[in-house]
């Protein structure tokens, strides 16, 4: 897979908002807004300042020591250049500066590009005892 020299990823900062919320809408069309104030937020930005991916880290509202990723999406034109996985990894290096023991996420089962992701990023599936997704979700775990 190609890396993608040209793009930074960065925490967030107030001026990416307007376009991650863009982006977060494009590609997730059907989904209502996931732009979560409470998190902490990356951008993945060209050399002329465009978001081309976002993703999200927060602290679990129901297990103390648990980060969960609840907000990832790439531009299609820009997927494919291992910028998930990127972002991925910031999250971690995030979530083991605060201390974390895992992290968990979600996803539905037809997203199988980022399941797959997560699969070669060391999560596996598993099932929450008080699942927090839609009925379908896949959940994810990994320890850090």
């Known amino acids: 897979m190609a890396r993608a020299p040209r793009i930074r990823i960065r925490r967030a900062v ?8 863009e982006l977060d ?18 951008s993945a930005r060209t050399l002329r300042e465009d978001v081309v991916a976002f993703a999200a880290i927060r602290a679990s509202q129901q297990w103390a020591g648990v980060g ?7 531009h299609d034109a820009w997927r494919g250049l291992g910028l998930q996985r990127r972002l991925l990894r910031a999250r971690e290096a995030y979530a083991r ?24 990023a060391g999560f596996t599936l598993y099932q929450p005892r008080h699942p927090w997704g839609l009925r379908r979700a896949l959940y994810w775990i990994k320890a850090i």
Do not use: H, K, M
């Open 68 to 74: 969960y990723l609840n907000r990832c999406g790439v």
């Open 14 to 21: 107030d001026a990416d908002v307007p376009q991650i919320r």
């Open 25 to 42: 809408r494009l590609c997730f069309p059907s989904d209502s807004p996931g732009y979560d104030a409470e998190a902490v937020w990356w």
């Open 97 to 120: 500066q605060q201390g974390w023991s895992y992290v968990v996420t979600d996803t539905t089962p037809e997203n199988t590009a980022s399941a797959n992701n997560l699969i070669r």
